[in-house]
Nanobody
Framework: QVQLVESGGGLVQAGGSLRLSCVAS????????MGWFRQAPGKEHEFVGF???????YYADSVKGRFIISSDNGRNTAYLQMNSLKPEDTAVYYC???????????????????WGQGTQVTVSS
């Protein structure tokens, strides 16, 4: 059973940066495609970004140019570097793993097999 644990959330002022980590255990991290999603209060889950097992990345338009996704197979960890944060980035951020051998509908929640518990990011104005 794959387990994902996010960390790195917190309170930051607008314009600041945070780096979220997602550590995977119980499986073969290097074979996963990884996604990041977020959910703001009263809103639906929103796709943030994606990194394939080969390093291909996709981003939501709302974060493109500000957020960077990376992964470290040696540490079984995916990262979400968030720069130039805005109050509208406030949300609970989740990482998710897709164990398929191809890039599917990376922007869709049902594309993913495993989810972390989430970490809160709050951006003050």
């Amino acid at each position: 059973q794959v387990q994902l644990v996010e960390s790195g959330g917190g309170l930051v002022q607008a314009g600041g940066s945070l780096r979220l980590s997602c550590v995977a255990s119980g499986g073969t991290f290097s074979s996963y495609n990884m996604g990041w999603f977020r959910q703001a209060p009263g809103k639906e889950h929103e796709f943030v970004g994606f990194i394939s097992r080969s390093g291909v990345t996709y981003y939501a338009d709302s974060v493109k140019g500000r957020f960077i996704i990376s992964s470290d197979n040696g540490r079984n960890t995916a990262y979400l570097q968030m720069n130039s944060l805005k109050p509208e980035d406030t949300a609970v951020y989740y990482c998710a793993a897709d164990v398929r051998q191809y890039i599917g509908r990376y922007f869709a929640r049902d594309n993913y097999n495993y989810w972390g518990q989430g970490t809160q990011v709050t951006v003050s104005s």
